[in-house]
């Protein structure tokens, strides 16, 4: 009997097979084979006691199910049973998930964090047990964001019709406001740079007379303000603009080049300091999508696809081989191993770049530190030697995580930072250079200003002037996020983690609150206004701080330092139920002629199918004209969302546009009828059923259509007139339908 080897990801079993051979059956488990169910109150799936917590767990749909058989019946033609999900939080509760499927008595647990044959034979010569804590974790961060979801979204959909709230979506939402509102209340101010320019070949710019200037700071005292940015990660675009001390008037500018033109120049003070700058700490998760970002232009989703299929594995002229370690990861520790064998490549290849001891950096002390930074699983294989066997994309990005960890060890950069100030008058003037002396690590990966070499100048030296000038330019407001950036933020801020990044931004732009406008993130008003009663109605939700705080307590239960359990209970009973209550009042009072609705206030009967784009359950409409007696309707956030029961496929469909199954058809025309509830004008809506194109008409207020007074304002096509169910004939259907409304 084989033994069964059981991963997330169907990429990597081609290498996983061959890493193995005979005697071995790999089988994927798709990412999560369960979920939480949805029943219970407001369908959360769990039921929160006084001291424990009851969570029901169904099948991931149907192909969690499917999954799930076919694992089962691969585990019982097993000898023994190795679960080797991801290495991480979620990695471990899936492979919990799957032990209770399984119903394995004493699981054994593989972990690695590439997919070498090293490295998986060592995980597999010494398994180990779940850990639990790993696993609380995961289902609090489970059950607190279904929680605040279903908890939170009713307000949005009672107010500004928002789909969704969530713990850390919102929190990363309002991130985003904040600097919108910023750009919104900015006013500019106009203000002079003023400069000279010797005949010494060099410029300075205005530093301040010598009744009132500030000691000009030393090559040195610059040097050791610097320090790493991974903002600037290397990037190709332009260098940051110089200025002098800026002027507020057109004459005071005026009179400073007039100054400088009729008073001879002298130096005051030539000066330059040699400094090292330290070499970067390798890519974690949030510095990968930065610097991919910053120097590919991948967003963070792109970014972390070809990370994905790099870690899994490619083929290679001797076999598919993991390229990269994993790379959800906030640790920038490196391996003993890979530091020697980073340290060897460096002797061979450019031993000038070889310091005289290992280099190791700090991870902070918020990072989880489960496994290593995100490196090359072998050094050797540069970039160059597999090109021909990447993509262009997976090219990019593992040279550009080759390079970095190679710069992760290399030797510091020398500089020779100069700092020249001239005197004419009583104005002093200052210019600033720096030389690279030796490049050290910067080979590798360059992340240093634009080189400027000055003269060799001495002090009480003449200077002599060239031109005299000043530029007029105006203040700028800060300045909007690309993704790369909110990365950045959200890492800074704490809100979320390295998995969470890229997936909470691809869903604010889902839920139409974020647009990408060229390489910036700009609001929606749909995400303005979501985020201005989220910040009014629940101020702590949209809090960085609060949200900061629960990724703490969670951290703290990983750790075993916090049970789960009474973590949540306590959450929920002293925060967010009184809270919500606060705030359902506040949305009644804010919009005092909009229906409040929950999950259980609905007159009409739930059925058992989910609104494919909210989530929530569907009501059922009763109706004589569908074979089923009932179509289906959104009543919570997707107020234009009706589903139609198909024979031929024998499912529940959104109504067809163009013969296409599942999309949305076009808006229709508005009639020359009104709605029997609220008297608004009707619209055609069309669709199609068993092939057969159709229209319908409902209220052309999407608003309105919320309401469920308006869920049976819907007439059907019958015998030539419109028909509903509830209110009977409305008139006979005209040859043109797109008449304006009486």
Not at 74 to 98: C, F, K, M
Not at 232 to 243: D, T
Not at 305 to 321: F, R, T
Not at 706 to 730: C, I, N, R, T
Request: with cysteine; charged share 25%; hydrophobic share 35%.
């Amino acid at each position: 009997m084989p033994n069964l080897l059981i991963v997330e990801s169907p990429g990597k079993l081609k290498t996983l097979r061959k890493i193995l051979g005979r005697g071995w059956d790999v089988q994927p488990s798709v990412g999560h084979i369960t979920e939480l169910a949805h029943d219970g109150d407001d369908s959360l799936g769990f039921d929160l006691g006084d001291n424990a917590i009851i969570c029901r767990y169904i099948p991931r749909g149907d192909r969690g199910k499917e999954v799930i058989q076919k694992l089962r019946a691969s585990a019982r033609n097993a000898q023994e049973v190795y679960l080797a999900t991801d290495p991480d939080r979620e990695g471990e509760a899936i492979a919990w998930h799957i032990a209770q499927q399984l119903k394995l008595s004493n699981p054994k647990r593989v972990v690695y964090t590439q997919i070498t044959e090293k490295a998986v034979q060592a995980a597999l010569a010494k398994p180990i047990t779940l850990d639990s804590n790993l696993i609380h974790a995961q289902q609090c961060r489970q059950c607190l964001d279904k929680l605040v979801g279903y908890k939170v979204s009713p307000l949005l959909w009672n107010s500004t019709g928002g789909k969704s709230a969530g713990r850390v979506q919102s929190a990363t939402l309002h991130l985003i406001c904040q600097r919108e509102r910023e750009i919104q209340a900015f006013t500019p101010q106009s203000y002079w740079s003023v400069w000279v320019d010797y005949q010494e070949e060099f410029r300075a710019f205005y530093k301040g007379r010598a009744a009132d200037a500030k000691p000009a700071e030393s090559a040195e005292d610059e040097a050791n303000d610097e320090a790493h940015d991974d903002t600037k990660e290397g990037a190709k675009g332009e260098p940051k603009a110089i200025e002098s001390t800026r002027v507020l008037s057109m004459e005071e500018a005026e009179q400073l080049t007039q100054t400088a033109r009729q008073h001879p120049h002298r130096v005051i003070r030539a000066e330059g300091k040699s400094v090292t700058k330290a070499p970067p700490p390798p890519l974690i998760t949030s510095s990968l999508q930065q610097s991919a970002g910053s120097q590919l232009g991948f967003n963070p989703e792109k970014t972390m696809a070809v990370a994905q299929s790099l870690y899994e594995g490619v083929e290679l002229a001797d076999g598919p081989k993991g390229l990269i370690t994993y790379m959800r990861t906030d640790s920038v520790e490196l391996s003993p191993e890979f530091i020697d064998q980073a340290r060897a490549y460096l002797e061979q290849k450019d031993p000038k770049n070889l310091p005289t001891s290992r280099t190791r950096h700090k991870t902070k002390d918020s990072a989880q530190a489960a496994h290593e930074a995100i490196r090359p699983t072998d050094v050797f294989l540069t970039p160059k030697s597999i090109q021909a066997y990447l993509s262009q994309d997976q090219y990019d990005l593992y040279a550009l995580i080759w390079r970095r960890a190679v710069a992760s060890q290399a030797v510091p950069a020398k500089l020779l930072k100069t700092v020249i100030l001239t005197q004419s008058g009583n104005v002093f003037w200052e210019a600033r250079g720096m030389m690279v002396e030796f490049p050290g690590y910067t080979f590798y990966w360059n992340n240093l200003d634009k080189a400027s070499q000055l003269p060799t100048l001495e002090k009480e030296q003449p200077v002599n002037l060239a031109e005299a000038g000043h530029e007029q330019k105006q203040t700028q407001p800060p300045s909007r996020y690309t993704e790369a950036k909110l990365v950045q933020l959200m890492e800074k801020k704490g809100i979320g983690r390295p998995s969470t990044y890229a997936s909470t931004i691809k869903t604010l732009k889902e839920r139409l609150y974020l647009e990408l406008k060229g390489k910036v993130l700009h609001p929606t008003a749909l995400g303005l206004q979501t985020d201005d009663v989220l910040s009014d109605v629940l101020p702590e939700i949209v809090s960085s701080d609060f949200t900061a705080a629960m990724e703490s307590s969670l951290d703290a239960i990983a750790e075993g330092k916090q049970g789960w359990e009474q973590y949540l209970i306590g959450w929920n009973r002293d925060y967010l139920q009184p809270a919500l209550a606060k705030a359902q009042q506040a949305i009644r009072e804010k919009f005092p002629n909009r229906l409040y609705r929950s999950q259980n206030d609905q007159n009409l009967a739930k059925s058992r199918t989910r609104c494919p784009d909210c989530n929530q359950m569907l009501a059922k409409v009763p109706s004589k004209k569908v074979s089923k007696g009932y179509f289906l309707k959104c009543v919570q956030g997707c107020p234009d969302l009706i589903m139609f029961w198909s024979e031929r496929d024998k499912k529940w469909e959104k109504p067809r546009a163009n013969g296409q199954a599942g999309t949305t058809a076009a808006k229709g025309q508005l009639t020359q009828f009104s709605c029997p509830v609220c008297k608004r004008p009707m619209e055609t809506y069309p669709y199609t059923k068993n092939g057969e194109e159709k229209l319908l008409l409902r209220c052309s207020d999407a608003k309105a259509r919320m309401e469920k007074k308006h869920a049976d304002a819907v007439y059907f096509q019958s015998k030539g007139k419109w028909w509903s169910p509830k209110h009977g004939e409305l008139g006979p259907i005209q040859d043109d339908q797109n008449a304006s409304p009486q």
